[in-house]
């Protein structure tokens, strides 16, 4: 399979930007996806927020199983603090800025104690198509910031009020490279990764693989009974779809795009694609 890898030019500046904003925050939000955690953990966003007070938020929570409960339990066992959420769910924004609050209690306190009203502030930072801008406009109480399913729709910074907040939309930001080929797939999956630059091929049928193995019951109640290969799966689904070219061949793009639309859009269930160990090998 291919190597994936994907770091334009934009996201140098970006992260030069937040770089150079992090001074100005009081603590920063990570939006991670809840159905791959370990796969959206950037490193090097961690190492930007050095000392300052981190927030995890596991989003789109409703798209992953109960699995996604052990892997909250093994991030909070690292000491860091993460909440599961819906960012499409006003549930999810008295949760958030219950959080939000406690990270900052004590500077509150502080102020208040010198009659100031002092505002503070949050970067929200993550790799793209996460939820960023979503959870942002939870918090806002309306839309403000611009929001899209398709990877790096955010490019530059936004300041937005919320709630005696300040919160800073940033661009979506990847590692510099992926060293570990696995949980890049699973950011492919899951749309963090410009499908243009993807050999769509390549993950159709390595998240069909997976599927099989982890999820095989989902495959069969969406699908029917398929093959015993990614290519038949592939093949079986086409057939079904009636996603055939002329002479019988089949359309294999077509059933490509499919699987993956459907796996992103929850038809396929409730799925969860790291493991804990994936997790533990995060330093969050």
């Given at each position: 399979?291919?190597?994936?890898?994907?770091?334009?030019?934009?996201?140098t500046?970006?992260?030069?930007m937040?770089?150079?904003?992090?001074?100005?925050?009081?603590g920063?939000?990570?939006?991670?996806?809840?159905?791959?955690?370990?796969?959206?953990?950037?490193?090097?966003?961690?190492?930007m927020a050095?000392?300052?007070p981190?927030l995890?938020?596991?989003?789109?929570?409703?798209?992953a199983?109960?699995?996604?409960?052990?892997?909250?339990?093994?991030?909070?066992?690292?000491?860091?603090?993460?909440?599961?959420?819906?960012?499409?769910?006003?549930?999810?924004?008295?949760?958030?800025?219950?959080a939000?609050?406690?990270?900052v209690?004590?500077?509150?306190?502080?102020?208040?104690?010198?009659?100031?009203?002092?505002?503070?502030r949050?970067?929200?930072?993550?790799?793209?198509?996460?939820?960023?801008s979503t959870?942002?406009?939870?918090?806002?109480?309306?839309?403000?910031?611009?929001?899209?399913d398709?990877?790096?729709?955010?490019?530059?910074?936004?300041?937005?009020?919320s709630?005696g907040?300040e919160?800073?939309?940033?661009?979506?930001?990847?590692?510099?490279?992926?060293?570990?080929?696995?949980?890049?797939?699973?950011?492919?999956?899951?749309?963090?990764i410009?499908?243009d630059?993807?050999?769509i091929?390549?993950?159709?049928?390595?998240?069909?693989?997976?599927?099989?193995?982890?999820?095989?019951?989902?495959?069969?109640?969406?699908?029917?009974?398929?093959?015993?290969?990614?290519?038949?799966?592939?093949?079986?689904?086409?057939?079904?779809?009636?996603?055939?070219?002329?002479?019988?061949?089949y359309?294999?793009?077509?059933?490509?795009?499919?699987?993956?639309?459907d796996?992103?859009?929850?038809?396929?269930?409730?799925?969860?694609?790291?493991?804990?160990?994936?997790?533990?090998?995060?330093?969050?």
């Amino acid at each position: 399979m291919k190597q994936i890898q994907w770091y334009p030019g934009h996201m140098t500046a970006a992260m030069r930007m937040m770089e150079g904003h992090i001074a100005l925050v009081d603590g920063v939000i990570f939006v991670l996806d809840a159905r791959c955690p370990a796969a959206s953990f950037n490193p090097k966003l961690k190492k930007m927020a050095g000392a300052k007070p981190v927030l995890y938020v596991l989003n789109k929570a409703d798209l992953a199983d109960e699995r996604v409960d052990i892997l909250l339990k093994r991030i909070r066992e690292q000491g860091a603090t993460v909440l599961k959420i819906n960012a499409v769910n006003n549930a999810s924004r008295r949760d958030i800025l219950g959080a939000i609050e406690k990270i900052v209690a004590e500077k509150r306190e502080r102020a208040q104690s010198k009659g100031q009203n002092k505002v503070f502030r949050f970067m929200v930072a993550g790799v793209p198509n996460t939820g960023k801008s979503t959870l942002i406009n939870l918090l806002a109480g309306s839309r403000r910031a611009e929001t899209g399913d398709k990877a790096g729709v955010t490019r530059g910074k936004q300041w937005i009020r919320s709630d005696g907040f300040e919160l800073l939309d940033t661009p979506g930001t990847m590692p510099p490279a992926f060293e570990n080929q696995y949980l890049a797939r699973h950011l492919a999956y899951v749309g963090s990764i410009n499908d243009d630059i993807l050999d769509i091929d390549d993950i159709a049928l390595e998240l069909l693989k997976e599927l099989a193995e982890k999820y095989p019951a989902r495959l069969v109640e969406r699908y029917g009974d398929l093959g015993d290969t990614p290519l038949n799966m592939l093949e079986t689904v086409c057939k079904r779809r009636g996603f055939m070219l002329r002479g019988g061949e089949y359309d294999y793009e077509r059933g490509e795009r499919a699987v993956i639309d459907d796996f992103r859009k929850g038809k396929l269930g409730r799925i969860t694609l790291d493991s804990a160990a994936d997790v533990d090998n995060c330093k969050f």
